[in-house]
């Protein structure tokens, strides 16, 4: 073959393989953020939290669009999490979230991440971290309370310091529509935490992170990302959740808990984990997907190796947004998503 003929050959196949994303929003760590940008992010938080619901025939608790992100993870929790779905379904779940808040909020940044690591360094650095400040940031630890009204699936974890209604920052009070639990009727209860300092110590640090990013295939970079379901084999995924979450914070919640805003930073950073494993093999990792479809581990009854999941896999969002492949979601610029991490 002559020269010439390769030479159009691979521009033909260049251009086939082209993604339509050029311009790929940057997603930064919540503290790189100027003060106004982090005001723009939360401000456009507290407006997807005052515009009308769409979900209402499904999530017949859904007040406003943030609710209906909620309830429809709600709804598919028991199919999303412990299963090899899991990664893909939340990293577009995110995007649409982003792209709803870019859409119908008037926010021009990109989503934002917490690499919670960079807190997880002494328990006071944990407590001071940016993410929970009044200004600027999330709103902090609910007061503690002895006990609140329980969470589904409540773990008792030794450490917890609050549990009460979270009482500063831009989601001091915030009422909260659909859950707690599975429930998508309508309902009213506040925004909880509960940090557990000593759980984040040993499930969010530097070392646990490398660990998972040194994981040779997808099915044990996943099963190091989800970790296990009881107190003693929790990682990232659930560190983040009863790390902040606790007994009775909302994040706690594996249905509701998207009602704490902080949910969406927490996922950012675990989708930005599985791209930088993804990055440093792209040839081999872009098309790795395993995992069982049906949840795995003890409380669910299913062993580890039932049926994988494969590229052709279905992801759906309900009214939240068209159905993908997890095939549509391998690449964070492809063309379905387009954005990047720094
Ligand atoms: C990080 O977490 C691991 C796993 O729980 C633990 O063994 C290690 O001591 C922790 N490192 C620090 C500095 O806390
Ligand atoms: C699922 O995929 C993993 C990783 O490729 C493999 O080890 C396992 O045998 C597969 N399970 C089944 C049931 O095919
Ligand atoms: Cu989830």
Redesign the pocket.
Known sequence: MKFSTIASLLALASTAFASQCKDPLKRQEWRTLSGLEKFAYLAAVRCLQSIPAKSTATVPGAISRFDDFSGNHILQTDTIHFVGVFQPWHRYYVAQYEKALRQECGYFGAQPYWDWSLDATSEANFLNSPVFKSLFGFGGNGPYVASAPVVSAPFDIPGRTGGGCVTDGPFANQMLHVGPGYSVTPASYCLRRDINPSLVMRTLNASVVANTLAQP???NFDMALQGGITLDTFTIHGGGHLGVGGTYGTIADIYSSPGDPLFFLHHANLDRIWAKWQSASPAARLVDI?GPTTQFGPPFGNAL????VTLAFPISLGVIAPAVTIGDVMNTQGNTLCYTYV
């Open positions: 295939d997808f099915k395993s190796n039932t049926a994988n």
